[in-house]
Structures are given as C-alpha cells and as structure tokens.
C-alpha cells in the first residue's frame, strides 16, 4: 500500500505532539513490527522560484491546431517587477480568478526540468503554470492544479502549502493483515513501533480533522434495502447527501493524499468514498441518487446476465457473482466496481453512499473470474472491519457536505448486525514457553489490548480469555495470539538456540534399492532423464490397445497446462520415446536413455469434497483416499543406434531386442530378484521379439523390440528398443549374503541341445539346471545354432556348465555323469537332443 509519511505520521500526532522520525527510521518501524516495505521515495525536490498565482487574463490562440492560451498570471513581487507574467499554457482546466501554482524562470522541476523565459507560439512565456504531474505528486494528472483562494497570496512560495518535503512508503501489506491497508491501521503499527499513544480515527474523528457535528443522527429508513442470505453479505449501509454543487471540486489537501496514495482525483463525491477507503479500511461506492429507482436489492446474478462496469468494458456475470440492483437493473458489482447507469456525472447534485462488509471469498472469485482487481476488491478480500460502516458513512456525508454544500438525509439504512467475535482461551505463559524469553504476564495483558484485543484473567491467573477486535478476523487460535505478542516485543530479540541433530535411520529399503537401480543402469551406459507425467490424449490410440486395456485406465487433467497432454500416464513410455525423437532430431543417432518416475491409474470418480466444518468422518476419509489415484513406481529404458560403436577397433553393433531384456536384468539384479522371461504379444512391443518380465511368476514388465508400425506413427528411428518395469510390484527384499569361497577348482564342461524352434531358451537353461543337480554352480547360454543339417524349426542351444564342490576336488567322470543327468532330463521334458 502506499502511504504517505506526513500522513500517518499527522494521526499520531495527534496524541504524541512531538513525535517525528526520519524516513528511515520509519521504514525500520514498520519493520519492527512486522510489516516490510517495498521501499520509499521522496517527492522530488523542485528548486528556484515556485510560487502561488491568480490567473487574471486569458486569450485563446486560435490560430494553432490545438487548443493554446496565453494567460497573464499575478504573481506579485516574486517576479521582481509586480507586474502580471505571461504564460504560454496548452490546458483548459482553469478559469480567470483561479489560484494556480508558477514556475518562475530558474525554478527546476523534478526530472531536472528547467524553467526559463522562451518563445513559443509567437508569444513569450515566462514561466511554466504547474500541473500535479509536474510538480512530482502524480504520475499522470488531467490538468492545471487549482487551489483554493487561501492555500497563498500571489508571490508566496507554494512549496510547504503543496507538502513537497514527504515521503511516500510502499508496505508490503500480507494477505492475512487487511486492516493494514489502510491509514488507521497502518498508525496502530506504528504506535506499537515506537510505544506511542494511539487514538483510533473510527471513534475519534477529528484525530483526521473530520468534524462530525453537523451530522445528523440516523432515524429512520433511507430505502428499502433487500439482502438476500445467498449472498453471505455481513453489512449493507446507506446514508443520503442532497443539494451538493456538481462543480465543486476536492479541496488540494484531500486530492494529495489521494495522488500521493495512487489515486486518482475524479469528483467531490468519488474522491470522499476514496479517501475514507484509505483512512479507516472500508471501501465505499457513490451513486446518483438521482438514477436509482426504487429500493435496493443485494442478490446473486443470473448466469450471462450483461453489466457495464464503470472501466465501460461490458461483463457477463457468473451466477456466484453478487450485484446490488434497483429496479432498473444492475447497479454495482459488489465488492469490485460500480457500474454506468449510476456513475456519479458533472449534474450529479444527490449522492447515495454505500458502505458494506462482503463475504471475501466471494469478492476474490469474481474478482479473479473476470480479471477485475480494485482497491475495494483487494481489501474486501482480506477481510475489512464491520464495525465501521456507520462511521465510514458518516465520515463520507460530513466531508462532501464541507467540499460541495448540500444537507445530509437523516434516514440511514443499515442491513445485518456486527458478527460477535469469538474468545479465545490462550495459557499466559504460552508466548513464553514457544519462544523461550520470559514475558510477564502484565506485557502478554498489554501486548494483546494493543491490537485492540479485550483480555479477561481467568480467576486462578493462569489462563486469560482473548476477544479480537473486529478488525483482526485473522485472530483465531491461541497460536495467533502468540505471533502478536512476539512480534511487537520483537522477534529479533527471541534468542537463536539451534537444535541437536538427532541421529538419522538412512535410508529405507525402498529408497536404497531405487538408489541402487539408478546406479546400475547408469553404470551400463544409460542416461538418465526425469519423465514428465503428462502424455499425448491420442497416446493409446495410436498404439492400438483394446479398449479395455489397463493402461487406458487414466487420470484426465481438468487444468492441463497444454490441452493435448490432458492426462497422466499410466505409462513411462510415450515420455522416454518423445525424449528419443528429441534427440534424433538434433543429430544425436545413438541413445540409451532411462527413467524412474510415478505413472497414476484411475481407481474411482473424485470423491465429493465434505463439509470443512467438521472433522470428516471416517467414511468419508476412506472415500477420499480410494478415490485417489493407484501410483506405483516404474522404472524404463530406451534405445536406439550403436551400443557399440565402429572404429579401427571393428564393426559396431546396434541395440537389439536383447539388450532392452538385458537391461531388466541389470534391474533384477539391483533389486536382488530373480527374474524370468517368457516370449508374448503386448503392444507397443514387436509380436515376434516382446518379453514378458516375470518375478515370482507374476508379469511386472515387458520388454524387447518396438512395433514398426509404431515407430513410424511416432516418427521414431527403426530397431527402437525398451523395456518397463513395475518396481512397486517387485517384492522388496533385503539380503545381506555372506560370501563363499571355496579352495577347491571348478570344472568347465559344454553340452548342446538340439530341441524345437519354439521351445523358449530360457525354459531349456531351467531344466539343465536342474538335471546337473547342487553340485552345479553356474549355467549359462552362449550360442545359438540353425542349420540345414538340424532339420527345419530346429535349433541347437548350447550351455555353458560350471561345476564345482565344496568339500572336494570334482573328477571328470563325476561332471560328466551331471551333464549327461542334465541333458536326459531334457530329453524328458522337450525332447532334446544332444549334439556331438
């Protein structure tokens, strides 16, 4: 919020006469209590000759495409002669007989504009008749700045009637701390800062310089105001101001602090709602009492009604948007701007004041469905104080009654009561115990009646009995009470105390054995990416799958960051192969790339969100919890180009169909698993070279070669190869095996099988390993073998069979009787062959 510093500073004045502080002890203030700012800046400084004047003469240069007048300006004897100074001026907002500020020639403007004596438009102008803009209170300003007759005589310096030695602070306003946007609670802040006296403006007025004596006390209804419950409007006020001059504008001192505030001046009635807006926190609205017919109704809008808000952009309102309407139509849109057909205009003589409490979290959705932030909105939605409707429209009528004339209407409609707030039950020696500094109980008593707060002790002293005021609804547990305490006794002087480290458990088996896949499959040579969970919507579709295949099973986005990635996969591998194309596109031919992420499957339809004002059942918890989605841990890998590259050394070789089973097995192995494999047909993967992954004969993944009507869909390169697994589904065990050795030499015998061409090798090893009995240590395929001589659909698979004892050296006859065991038992069960 910005702020000028004069202006706080003056309401503290008010009960502290000699209070006064630099700019940077302020800032350091505002600190102190918690409120940091964004900075501050000095009006910028305006030297040499800058004077009040009374425009006496002015002609019109019609001769020149737009509008130029040469004015001759009394500016007494500040020019040296007492003669009237001639000034060439381009704007139309002032009159004979106003009283305008001049820059004499030598005066410096801010942004080291000089002022001198110069020809312009076949006429000299000797000086410069100031806007707001140009003397430095205003970024952008419609025209000349008038005053009033008694702000100076002609010749007087104009620099302490314009307050140009201030400055103006950005405070950073949290969103919990609404009150604070405002002069009012900005002084309380400051009062605690520097432990000073503070008079609340709302119940003392003039501390702002506002008399309320003229104001008539209510009686009465003004209108027949109706607010319907649906709305959640806490407060709706209505005060009268009749027979006001349409011309009159806001007295200097009102539309500086406004500027300085980044507001802009607009008319006498706009400008009062804004200036009380800035002083005590309530945002307030004008109408032309002239245009409202009828009573007022407060009521939710129809889904597409049309309103014209008053930035003249037209609106379609949403049927959770809350509008005021009389019996022409919409007036307002409550809470976030008015609109047209009651703007106040340049006939406007009765004014209709508006002061109301709006349920914020409704001011923050229509304010963010249509894109319309306000000052009203952003403190409606922090929540501002009901207590002062009254007073913000008493405040309102007494200060344009004193700007414009006219005669403030005894009725008053006020809508809905001052909600009670809550007490709370808070130890007196909690603040003591959380921050470890001893606080009496005399400064807790006192710390919390400064934020306003009523502090009742309980009868056996221990527990004190907190009511906030209604200006802080952010005060609602014991904890909160706690902040206020330690922030205004000063959090810096809470003492750092670092706590002793308490020795950590490392990690869990799950955690060990994904950190110990990661290591694998990068010390293979593969690279690891991070795989996004959103995939294309077309993703199974181009692959083909059933319609009732699992894998469609899939989480739908209802906010997706990219339209056609709208749901979460189920799946790592449209991301792994989307990272392929990547990288083939930019030259890079040869990739092995791998990826650990979540993938998500739909278990049921979003579960309603229960009520907040209770505890949800337990129900109602396990409707919740089963309806979020199953989130198991896969891990993938994929490949294409040369594993092994070509050079001097020899041909290299490409990634094949056994490398991506090969690369499930480095992952069997880290996960201390043993691992099957068995040949399937299971999209994306080619039907003649797919794997199926199986752990404890249950499927957790599947790899091989991709499908090459796939490939081509996805522009991806020929002989792509992958695999995935379901880390989760594998069993998680934890082995810690003690090596054995053994002094006794292993013995390194070969046998051949001739079996059919669809017997899986796999399943051969299997039954070689158990034919060749405990005494055999290792068995391993090493070749593969097809010829004319075979016959057709025969292969011969031969092994490699290490056999070794542990309590003996091993004979020849003794490994040889276990190789030919093994070799009868496949006989047995497929028929095999022994080759010579």
């Known amino acids: 919020m910005l702020l000028a510093q004069n202006w706080v500073t003056g309401l503290l004045r008010h009960a502290n006469p000699s209070f006064g502080v630099s700019a940077e002890e302020l800032d350091a203030g505002y600190v102190r209590v918690g409120f940091e700012t964004e900075g501050y800046e000095a009006i910028p400084e305006t030297t040499g000759p800058l004077v009040f004047g009374v425009v006496k003469d002015i002609k019109e240069l019609t001769e020149f495409k737009k509008p130029i007048r040469y004015c001759q300006v009394d500016v007494g004897d500040a020019n040296g002669t007492g003669e009237l100074q001639g000034i060439v001026c381009g704007a139309t907002n002032f009159v004979e007989g106003d009283t305008v500020v001049v820059a004499l020639?030598?005066?410096?403007?801010?942004?080291?504009?000089?002022?001198?004596?110069?020809?312009?438009?076949?006429?000299?102008?000797?000086?410069?008749?100031?806007?707001?803009?140009?003397?430095?209170?205003?970024?952008?300003?419609?025209?000349i700045q008038t005053f009033d007759p008694t702000s100076g005589q002609p010749g007087e310096d104009a620099r302490e009637a314009l307050g140009l030695a201030d400055t103006v602070f950005d405070v950073n306003v949290t969103p919990d701390r609404g009150y604070a946007l405002s002069?009012?609670?900005?002084?309380?802040?400051?009062?605690?800062?520097?432990?000073?006296?503070?008079?609340?403006?709302?119940?003392?007025?003039?501390?702002a310089g506002i008399d309320?004596?003229?104001?008539?006390?209510?009686?009465?209804?003004?209108?027949?105001?109706?607010?319907?419950?649906?709305?959640?409007?806490?407060?709706?006020?209505?005060?009268?101001?009749?027979?006001?001059?349409?011309?009159?504008?806001?007295?200097?001192?009102?539309?500086?602090?406004?500027?300085?505030?980044?507001?802009?001046?607009?008319?006498?009635?706009?400008?009062?709602?804004?200036?009380?807006?800035?002083?005590?926190?309530?945002?307030?609205?004008?109408?032309?009492?002239?245009?409202?017919?009828?009573?007022?109704?407060?009521?939710?809008?129809?889904?597409?009604?049309?309103?014209?808000?008053?930035?003249?952009v037209e609106r379609t309102l949403d049927a959770a948007d809350v509008v005021i309407c009389d019996d022409t139509g919409i007036q307002s849109l409550a809470g976030v701007m008015g609109g047209t057909l009651s703007e106040i205009a340049d006939d406007t003589t009765d004014v209709y004041f508006e002061a109301a409490t709006w349920d914020p979290l409704t001011v923050a959705r229509t304010s963010r469905r249509h894109k319309l932030t306000s000052e009203a909105s952003r403190r409606f939605e922090r929540g501002v104080d009901p207590a002062v409707v009254e007073v913000a429209l008493d405040m309102?009528?007494?200060?344009?009654?004193?700007?414009?004339?006219?005669?403030?209407?005894?009725?008053?409609?006020?809508?809905?009561?001052?909600?009670?707030?809550?007490?709370?039950?808070?130890?007196?020696?909690?603040?003591?115990?959380?921050?470890?500094?001893?606080?009496?109980?005399?400064?807790?008593?006192?710390?919390?009646?400064?934020?306003?707060?009523?502090?009742?002790?309980?009868?056996?002293?221990?527990?004190?009995?907190?009511?906030p005021p209604t200006w802080r609804g952010d005060l609602t547990i014991p904890a909160d009470l706690v902040e206020e305490v330690l922030r205004l006794e000063g959090l810096e002087d809470i003492p750092l105390v670092l706590p002793t480290p308490v020795g950590g458990r490392g990690l869990t088996p799950a955690q060990r054995r994904r950190r110990a896949v990661e290591h694998a499959l990068a010390y293979n040579g593969y690279a690891e990416i991070l795989p996004s969970p959103f995939i294309a919507n077309d993703t199974f579709d181009v692959w083909g799958l059933d319609a009732d295949d699992e894998r469609r099973n899939a989480v739908k986005v209802q906010n997706p960051l990219e339209a056609d990635r709208a749901i979460l996969g189920t799946t790592l591998l449209p991301t792994m192969l989307d990272a392929v194309v990547r990288n083939v596109a930019r030259g890079r031919n040869d990739v092995a790339l791998f990826g650990l992420q979540q993938v998500a499957f739909k278990r049921a339809d979003a579960s309603p969100m229960p009520s907040v004002a209770a505890r949800p059942s337990e129900a109602e918890i396990t409707e919740l919890v089963e309806s979020l989605p199953y989130q198991p841990l896969h891990v993938s890998t994929v490949a294409t180009g040369q594993i092994e590259y070509e050079g001097p050394w020899g041909e290299g070789r490409d990634y094949t169909w056994a490398d991506a089973i090969e690369s499930a097995r480095?992952?069997?192995?880290?996960?201390?698993?043993?691992?099957?494999?068995?040949?399937?047909?299971?999209?994306?993967?080619?039907?003649?070279?797919?794997?199926?992954?199986?752990?404890?004969?249950?499927?957790?993944?599947?790899?091989?070669?991709?499908?090459?009507?796939?490939?081509?869909?996805?522009?991806?390169p020929a002989r792509t190869c992958a695999m995935e697994m379901d880390l989760t589904a594998v069993p998680l065990t934890e082995n810690f095996p003690a090596p054995v050795l053994s002094s006794y030499p292993a013995l390194h015998q070969d046998i051949a099988l001739v079996v059919d061409e669809s017997v899986p090798a796999e399943?051969?090893?299997?039954?070689?390993?158990?034919?060749?009995?405990?005494?055999?240590?290792?068995?391993?395929?090493?070749?593969?073998?097809?010829?004319?001589?075979?016959?057709?659909?025969?292969?011969?698979?031969?092994?490699?069979?290490?056999?070794?004892a542990g309590d003996r050296t091993l004979t020849d006859e003794e490994a040889n009787e276990r190789r030919l065991a093994a070799a009868e038992l496949a006989k047995v069960r497929f028929g095999a062959e022994m080759r010579a």
């Open 105 to 143: 020639p030598g005066a410096v403007l801010p942004g080291n504009f000089r002022i001198a004596a110069r020809k312009t438009y076949d006429h000299i102008s000797d000086g410069m008749i100031c806007s707001a803009a140009e003397l430095g209170l205003t970024d952008k300003s419609a025209g």
């Open 183 to 207: 002069a009012r609670g900005l002084s309380r802040e400051l009062a605690s800062a520097f432990d000073l006296q503070y008079t609340d403006v709302a119940h003392e007025p003039g501390v």
């Open 212 to 312: 309320l004596s003229g104001v008539p006390e209510a009686t009465g209804e003004l209108l027949n105001i109706d607010v319907r419950p649906e709305t959640s409007t806490v407060r709706f006020g209505l005060r009268k101001v009749t027979g006001i001059d349409p011309q009159a504008q806001s007295p200097f001192w009102l539309q500086r602090e406004l500027m300085l505030s980044g507001q802009r001046p607009v008319n006498a009635a706009t400008d009062v709602t804004n200036y009380v807006m800035l002083l005590l926190g309530q945002p307030m609205h004008a109408f032309d009492a002239a245009k409202i017919s009828g009573g007022l109704l407060v009521r939710n809008a129809s889904a597409g009604e049309k309103f014209e808000t008053l930035d003249h």
């Open 396 to 467: 309102a009528c007494a200060l344009l009654v004193d700007i414009a004339g006219g005669e403030i209407a005894a009725e008053r409609t006020i809508v809905g009561d001052v909600p009670a707030m809550p007490t709370i039950t808070m130890d007196v020696n909690h603040p003591a115990d959380l921050a470890g500094v001893d606080y009496s109980r005399e400064t807790v008593i006192a710390r919390l009646e400064e934020v306003g707060c009523t502090v009742a002790v309980s009868s056996c002293g221990g527990k004190l009995e907190v009511t």
């Open 666 to 716: 480095v992952v069997a192995r880290a996960a201390d698993v043993e691992l099957d494999v068995q040949s399937v047909e299971h999209l994306p993967w080619h039907p003649g070279r797919c794997a199926a992954l199986l752990v404890d004969g249950v499927v957790v993944g599947h790899a091989g070669e991709l499908h090459p009507q796939i490939l081509e869909a996805l522009g991806l």
């Open 763 to 804: 399943d051969v090893r299997r039954v070689v390993a158990e034919g060749a009995g405990d005494l055999l240590e290792e068995v391993e395929l090493f070749d593969v073998y097809r010829s004319e001589q075979l016959g057709e659909g025969r292969k011969s698979l031969a092994f490699s069979l290490l056999f070794r």
